[in-house]
C-alpha cells in the first residue's frame, strides 16, 4: 500500500531563505508523486508533479522537487522564500487501485510561514 | 471561469439536518471525487464516481451519499449531521479513471472547497 509521510508539521524561514519541506513515499509500485499548495481559505493548487522522465521536477512558482528512489524521497525545496510562499504545503502519491482506477493519498500537510 | 466549482462556500447548520454539497466541474473530466480535511488539516478520500459510476467508497458512515447526476457533477448529501462532521470538504475532478494513463491526465483539480460547521 502507498503511502507519505511529511516531515515536520510547522516551517519557519525568513524571507529570501532556502525552503525546504520533506516528503518520503512508501510505494511498491513506481510512484506518480504531486506537490500541492493550500492558501488560506483556499482550495489545492498542483505545484508539480513527478512524471519519471526526469528526477528532477520544476513547479510553479520557483519551486521544484527532486525524486530519489534510493531515498524514497520527494523533498519540496525553493532557492529563496517569498511572503507569499506562507501556506500549507501537501505531498501525495497516487495510489493505484483494482480496475486501473487511482486515488491521491496525502501526507499530513507542512505549514510554511515566512518571516521578514 | 471556475473549473471546479462548490457551492456553498459555508454552510453551518444545527446537529441532526440533513444538507447537500453541490460540485460541477466544467473540464470535460470524467472523474470526480470528494474528500474531506479534518481540523488538523488531514485531508483523506471519501468518494470517487467515473461517468456516474461509484469506483470509491471508502470507509464513509452510509450517511454520506453521494450523487452524480451527469459526469460533470458530483453532489454530496449527508443526513442527520453530527458534530465530528465539521470539516472542510473538498470536490475535485480527473480526466482519465485509468492510472495506467497518461500521468497529465491523472492530475486532480480541486474546488475551493467547502466548510461545513455544524453546531
Known amino acids: 500500500a502507498q503511502s507519505v509521510t511529511q516531515l515536520g508539521s510547522h516551517v519557519s524561514v525568513s524571507e529570501g531563505a532556502l525552503v525546504l519541506l520533506r516528503c518520503n513515499y512508501s510505494?511498491?509500485?513506481?510512484?506518480?508523486l504531486f506537490w500541492y499548495v493550500q492558501y488560506p481559505n483556499q482550495g489545492l493548487q498542483l505545484l508539480l508533479k513527478?512524471?519519471?522522465?526526469?528526477?528532477l521536477v520544476k513547479g510553479i512558482n520557483g519551486f521544484e522537487a527532486e525524486f530519489k528512489k534510493s531515498e524514497t524521497s520527494f523533498h519540496l525545496t525553493k532557492p529563496s522564500a517569498h511572503m507569499s510562499d506562507a501556506a500549507e504545503y501537501f505531498c501525495?502519491?497516487?495510489?493505484?487501485?483494482?480496475?486501473?482506477?487511482?486515488?491521491?493519498?496525502f501526507g499530513a500537510g507542512t505549514r510554511l510561514a515566512v518571516h521578514p | 471561469d471556475t473549473a471546479v466549482s462548490q457551492t456553498p462556500k459555508y454552510l453551518v447548520t444545527q446537529m441532526g439536518n440533513d444538507k447537500s454539497i453541490k460540485c460541477e466541474q466544467n473540464?470535460?473530466?470524467?472523474?470526480m471525487y470528494w474528500y474531506k480535511q479534518d481540523s488538523k488539516k488531514f485531508l483523506k478520500i471519501m468518494f470517487s464516481?467515473?461517468?456516474?459510476?461509484?469506483?470509491i467508497n471508502e470507509t464513509v458512515p452510509n450517511r454520506f451519499s453521494p450523487k452524480s447526476p451527469d459526469k460533470a457533477h458530483l453532489n454530496l448529501h449527508i443526513n442527520s449531521l453530527e458534530l465530528g462532521d465539521s470539516a472542510v470538504y473538498f470536490c475535485?475532478?480527473?480526466?482519465?479513471?485509468?492510472?495506467?494513463?497518461?500521468?497529465?491526465?491523472?492530475?486532480?483539480?480541486f474546488g475551493a472547497g467547502t466548510r461545513l460547521s455544524v453546531l
Open positions: 475535485a475532478s480527473s480526466q482519465d479513471r485509468r492510472a495506467s494513463g497518461s500521468l497529465a491526465k491523472n492530475i486532480q483539480y
Open positions: 510505494s511498491s509500485v513506481p510512484p506518480y
Open positions: 513527478y512524471t519519471s522522465a526526469a528526477t
Open positions: 501525495a502519491v497516487s495510489a493505484i487501485l483494482s480496475g486501473g482506477y487511482n486515488k491521491l493519498i
Open positions: 473540464l470535460g473530466h470524467d472523474t
Open positions: 464516481y467515473n461517468n456516474k459510476e461509484l469506483i
